[in-house]
């Protein structure tokens, strides 16, 4: 009788998705048929795991930890964690304010880590504990589908388990984990379809996740596997187009790239091991320069230029471990592998509750063979293209004392955006001098009834009264006090990498406007020693301009044009070259303006702000000037327009 029920169930299931409205009318980015993802799905082999890992995948690894010290170090850390995981108790159902997303993920973190462990050491123990978080997981009422990431990541984290140790799971758990997937995952995915043709992160993420799901059960519901998967590769293109288009530059910022591209990944390639194929996928413009354009993005420091919301801390990135791989991009894991290798080195001191790291056992599973990495292919310099431009500059990739500026463009309502047009970051002497305040805890506005997410668009839009999300928290310009304009957009329209003076110029008008009849910046490296920043400013009436620079470093002034910045045992000069009679001053955005605002221990704003007459032109040039490097390029400094650049 229960063999019956779960038949009909399944079978109602298939029907209920078969007559589920396809949207056929809609414009595709891509357009892959039905049939062959129906024949891929009859195709594919029916034996476990084909995830990610496949038996011969196995093999290799089990191979390589006995041979390669680098996976042996990760595999013993993955293991240390795994041992740590044994006493903690399973997910809760726990929804904090509007998101289930925290358990979910600690679900994904644990699951993934014990049974890879598992499956590459045979220690019974892992397998007992990874099934009890998955049948903890399985008993939730439902994956919170109104905050469709939970329902995603949650989806990944059963239908990999359930792939990884199925041969090891009683017919009663996998009878029960399946039917969590296609009730709590796959089915809800049709019921709260939201997410399916988003511009955002959040397309690559579902469609991996509840594909996942669909794959991982191709043997028993094939028209569910080739249903789902074939939403996915025809509608994943509407985040990737814009994620990546023309060249990798990621419109969400260095800290979402590594959500939405890791997943990314991890769609293309359970495609690849479960079907054979990704259907074109890796082949989106720009999704192959991408990897360069993270590590652009990250300065010597170690840190992200984290604009829009995000962290700077960059964790590993086991996603650059497929990309080196499959595009034979070793120079790729320049950072990656010394990052990976500080994470390991805490490993102990890790915490196994939370979802951190949470993908980091797939860096084991993706990780190349190994190989010198060689000479650096990437240039020095990056001109990100895209719907939010960037451009980084650097001096060396393998100074640790190199200088790196980054500087964007773009809208501030770009998902994700903040009021942050023209900002910038500067790393020099192994320290980061210009920094960003990063993103607003999510909850703490959303609790206090505050909509971060729509109307945007508008100038009094909830998301622009958080500090942290507007330009008087940032490394750009303030005019009246006013703040940028949300529909504005900064454009690069100069970027020269040649010595001795590569340098961006952005056009952020549109930004100011009414504000301001012409805005502009230009940011440059000057005979690799020091950085030029340079505004003008043009058609204010009668408005103050303020200047600033966000910094976690002591300040001393010296004088109304000098001033010295100290942190680490390092330090930076800062100097006004024009206008003369600026007046340097530090501003204090480490207390909260509002109620809603977090704090910001230990950093201020070092600037200046100058009230122009009516109708007339500003020109700013502020020269940093590392404690390394020698003046004479700014002592001998011949201001030249920005048009002239």
């Known amino acids: 009788m229960a063999l019956l029920l779960r038949a009909l169930l399944g079978l109602a299931t298939v029907l209920w998705l078969l007559a589920a409205p396809a949207n056929a009318s809609a414009q595709r980015a891509q357009d892959v048929p039905l049939t062959e993802v129906q024949r891929r799905v009859q195709a594919a082999s029916p034996a476990h795991p084909r995830l990610l890992l496949t038996p011969a995948k196995l093999d290799d690894l089990k191979q390589r930890v006995r041979v390669e010290p680098e996976a042996r170090e990760l595999l013993e850390a993955l293991r240390q964690q795994a041992e740590g995981m044994l006493a903690v108790p399973p997910v809760e159902h726990i929804v904090t304010g509007r998101r289930l997303l925290t358990e979910s993920q600690k679900a994904l973190r644990r699951v993934l880590t014990l049974a890879l ?38 989806s990944l984290a059963l239908a990999l388990g359930y792939d990884w140790l199925f041969d090891d799971l009683s017919g009663a758990d996998r009878a029960m984990i399946r039917q969590a997937l296609l009730q709590k995952g796959i089915q809800a995915s049709f019921e709260n379809d939201f997410w399916v043709r988003i511009n955002s992160n959040w397309g690559q993420v579902c469609h991996a996740g509840i594909t996942a799901a ?35 530059t990621y419109p969400e910022g260095p800290a979402y790239w590594e959500y939405g591209t890791s997943f990314n990944v991890i769609l293309i390639d359970e495609l690849e091991t479960a079907l054979g194929t990704d259907f074109g996928l890796s082949e989106m413009p720009g999704f192959s320069e991408t990897a360069s354009y993270i590590n652009h993005a990250t300065g010597p420091t170690g840190l992200f230029f984290h604009y829009a919301d995000g962290s700077p801390t960059r964790r590993p990135l ?9 595009y034979d991009r070793p120079d790729w894991l320049r950072f990656e592998e010394p990052i990976l290798k500080s994470y390991l080195a805490t490993s102990r001191r890790v915490g196994v509750a939370g979802g951190e790291a949470r993908l980091l056992p797939l860096a084991l599973v993706w990780s190349p063979k190994r190989s010198r990495q060689g000479e650096t292919r990437m240039g020095l310099h990056w001109l990100g293209k895209g719907e939010v431009p960037a451009a980084m500059h650097r001096t060396s990739w393998t100074d640790p004392n190199a200088i790196f500026v980054g ?56 998301r622009w009264r958080v500090f942290r999300n507007n330009n008087r928290s940032h490394s750009t310009l303030v005019i009246g006090g006013q703040l940028q304009r949300a529909v504005g957009k900064g454009v690069i329209i100069k970027h020269s990498q040649d010595d001795p003076f590569p340098h961006t110029v952005v056009d952020l008008t549109s930004t100011y406007t009414p504000a301001a009849t012409r805005v502009v910046r230009g940011i440059g490296l000057l005979d690799g020693s020091e950085v030029l920043v340079q505004d ?110």
Do not use: C
């Open 318 to 326: 086991p996603a650059l471990q497929w990309f080196a791989g499959r």
């Open 407 to 462: 500087i964007k463009a773009g809208s501030p309502t770009a998902s994700h955006g903040q009021m942050d047009t023209g900002s910038f970051v500067l790393d020099a002497d192994g320290v980061r001098w210009a920094v960003d305040l990063g993103a607003e805890d999510y909850h703490r506005i959303e609790s206090r009834g505050m909509n971060l997410w729509t109307g945007d668009e508008l100038q009094t839009a909830d």
């Open 536 to 645: 003008r400013i043009e058609g204010v009436q009668g408005q103050p301009v303020r200047w600033g620079m966000v910094t976690r470093a002591a300040v001393e002034l010296r004088g109304a044009l000098e001033a010295v910045l100290r942190q680490d045992g390092k330090q930076l000069t800062l100097r006004v070259v024009r206008p003369a009679g600026a007046r340097l001053q530090l501003f204090d955005i480490a207390t909260a303006p509002a109620e809603h605002d977090s704090p910001n221990p230990g950093v201020q704003m070092i600037g200046f702000e100058v009230q122009p007459a009516a109708g007339e032109a500003l020109d700013f040039v502020v020269v940093l000037t590392p404690g390394s490097a020698a003046r004479a390029a700014a002592d001998a400094l011949r201001v030249q327009p920005l048009s002239e650049w």
């Open 214 to 248: 669909a794959l991982a059960l191709l043997e028993t519901h094939p028209d569910v596997a080739a249903r789902v998967a074939h939403r996915a590769v025809n509608n994943v293109t509407y985040s990737m187009r814009p994620s990546f288009s023309p060249n990798g």
């Open 117 to 154: 462990v598992y499956r590459l050491d045979g220690d019974r123990r892992f397998l007992e504990r990874a099934r009890r978080e998955m049948l903890a997981a399985a008993a939730f009422p439902g994956w919170n589908p109104s905050h469709f990431l939970d329902t995603a990541e949650m």
